[in-house]
């Protein structure tokens, strides 16, 4: 079973709508979590990280994160053609360099 | 911004062959990563370095290895490869303990036929 679960599998949004993607972890023991973007025939790039319960905002960008409920989200407003892209959440605990990802989202935005 | 370089970009094997894939970086990061992506499976772990002269055994080494002659390169070794390899690997480098963002290098796209 994938530890870290990404829904939805594949998102449209409109030119300047909201996307949101989520990520579930089956492990308490994460202590750590980042989004990460790919886009076509390019590496992973990272994002944001978010290490603390609530929210953390950086320009268009604002994840969430609820440890108790083991689920971290990303939402991206005003979205970009640019923007569209492969978006990875990644976790790790505390005493490791090793990060689990989870299948990702492909986020298209229609201009 | 971390630069992370690999090389080639693209390449053709043969089964049974041996397989050389190289990284660079030049950020000085202690850390250095080697996944391999494949559709259904995201990124998954082979090897990795906490830094020179070091490598370690990820989630997936089986027909893998790594040498880590320094901190600036990493290599991934398929001594026997075999169709199954085929997949796009990346490289991928970090530093800190605990907070690690790590930074990816462009992919190579590997075939083995």
């Known amino acids: 079973q994938q530890k870290v679960q990404q829904s939805p599998e594949s998102l449209s949004v409109p030119e300047g709508g909201m996307a949101s993607f989520n990520c579930t972890s089956s492990?308490?023991?994460?202590?750590y979590f980042w989004w990460y973007r790919q886009h076509s025939g390019e590496g992973p790039k990272a994002l944001m990280?978010?290490?603390?319960?609530g929210d953390k905002k950086e320009g268009r960008f604002t994840a969430h994160l609820n440890k108790a409920s083991l689920h971290v989200s990303l939402h991206i407003r005003d979205s970009q053609p640019s923007d569209s892209a492969l978006y990875f959440c990644?976790?790790?605990?505390?005493?490791?360099?090793?990060?689990?990802f989870g299948l990702g989202t492909t986020l298209q935005v229609q201009p | 911004e971390a630069a992370v370089t690999q090389s080639p970009r693209n390449k053709v094997a043969v089964t049974g062959g041996k397989v050389t894939l190289s990284c660079n970086q030049t950020?000085?990061?202690?850390?250095m990563y080697w996944y391999r992506q494949d559709t259904g499976h995201g990124l998954r772990l082979i090897h990795y370095?906490?830094?020179?002269?070091?490598?370690e055994k990820g989630d997936i080494p089986d027909g893998y290895k790594a040498s880590r002659p320094s901190q600036e390169n990493f290599s991934l070794i398929l001594e026997l490869a075999t169709p199954s390899q085929t997949s796009v690997y990346f490289c991928?480098?970090?530093?800190?303990?605990?907070?690690?963002?790590?930074?990816f290098g462009p992919g190579t796209r590997l075939l083995v036929l």
């Open positions: 492990d308490r023991n994460f202590q």
């Open positions: 370095s906490y830094g020179a002269g070091s490598t």
């Open positions: 991928a480098s970090g530093d800190t303990l605990g907070q690690d963002t790590q930074y």
């Open positions: 990280s978010i290490f603390s319960d």
């Open positions: 990644a976790a790790s605990f505390a005493n490791t360099r090793k990060l689990i």
């Open positions: 950020n000085n990061h202690n850390n």
